[in-house]
């Protein structure tokens, strides 16, 4: 049984489609809920590009960078989700724009 | 084995599209964990075991649980009552729950036709990702604990709730502060 006979270019290119609708979600929704969500779609899109590579060329370096990716997504979460609660805390919404206070 | 990462790459996309385009953050992040799981039925035929494990235990389950629960104390205070009838309704988890079972329907079938895979089908074993990284990427992976503990402590210092004077509406912290236990 092979395992891999998924062309490369293949799983590359459904990282690019999953990177491309995570930067689309990013930038279409208000909401901090999506906005945190979008960013873990480009994310978990950047691990698949690394673990095609890595398939690739047969090599466990890309599997070492997606541990370090998921590590780094843990704690962006941790910390985007603390902001939400405080940013929920003070607003009373979660909507992007009502803290643009900075921007007026 | 192709065909199976073809589906799930549909699986994917389509439960990606869901997500940023539903209206619920809980509908998409029903969506969210569908997608995660299609992409680690991709890592696994791709044969990456280790790393679809990693991203079933730690992304789907983990990462997606403390999303749920900040959703949980969002929602505590405005609309608590018709909470659990919404989420009986079929439109919240009917897609969600067609999605993932075509995933069991794909590692079903890719169990079924095959073996568990032994050490020489699989293209990177687990061993050689260890071996990877605690040899030349030991020093990243100490970097990467320090930076899981940066993270717990600034989330704990984040979240913590103070007594300081908000911006909008001053009593709100201590109207949350009553619902919340």
Do not use: C
């Not at chain 2, 990177?124 to 717990?152: D, I, K, N, R, W």
Request: net charge neutral; aromatic share 8%; hydrophobic share 60%.
């Amino acid at each position: 049984m092979t395992m891999t006979t998924v062309p490369m270019n293949h799983a590359l290119a459904v990282a690019a489609v999953l990177l491309g609708l995570g930067l689309a979600g990013l930038l279409v929704r208000r909401n901090i809920m999506f906005t945190l969500l979008s960013i873990e779609i480009m994310l978990n899109a950047a691990g698949l590009a690394f673990i095609a590579a890595a398939a690739h060329w047969r090599q466990a370096d890309g599997q070492v960078m997606y541990f370090f990716i998921i590590t780094m997504a843990a704690v962006e979460v941790a910390v985007g989700l603390a902001l939400v609660l405080q940013m929920y805390h003070h607003l009373r919404t979660l909507d992007l724009d009502a803290a643009s206070s900075m921007r007026e | 084995m192709d065909v199976t990462f073809y589906i799930s790459a549909a699986v994917a996309v389509l439960s990606t599209i869901l997500v940023i385009a539903s209206r619920r953050p809980v509908h998409a992040l029903l969506y969210f964990i569908v997608s995660l799981l299609a992409v680690a039925v991709m890592f696994y035929v791709m044969g990456a075991p280790f790393v679809a494990m990693l991203q079933v235990i730690i992304y789907a389950g983990a990462i997606m649980v403390l999303f749920m629960f900040v959703i949980m104390m969002i929602n505590l205070g405005s609309d608590a009552r018709g909470s659990d009838r919404g989420w009986l309704q079929p439109s919240a988890w009917l897609g969600p729950s067609l999605l993932a079972a075509i995933l069991v329907a794909e590692v079903v079938y890719i169990l079924a036709a095959a073996p568990l895979p032994s050490a020489s089908t699989v293209e990177v074993t687990p061993a050689q990702v260890g071996q990877a990284m605690f040899g030349p990427y030991v020093l990243g992976v100490e970097m990467a604990s320090l930076l899981l503990l940066a993270g717990l402590v600034g989330a704990y210092h984040l979240a913590r709730r103070r007594r300081a004077v908000t911006p909008a509406g001053n009593d709100a912290p201590d109207a949350l502060e009553e619902k919340l236990p």
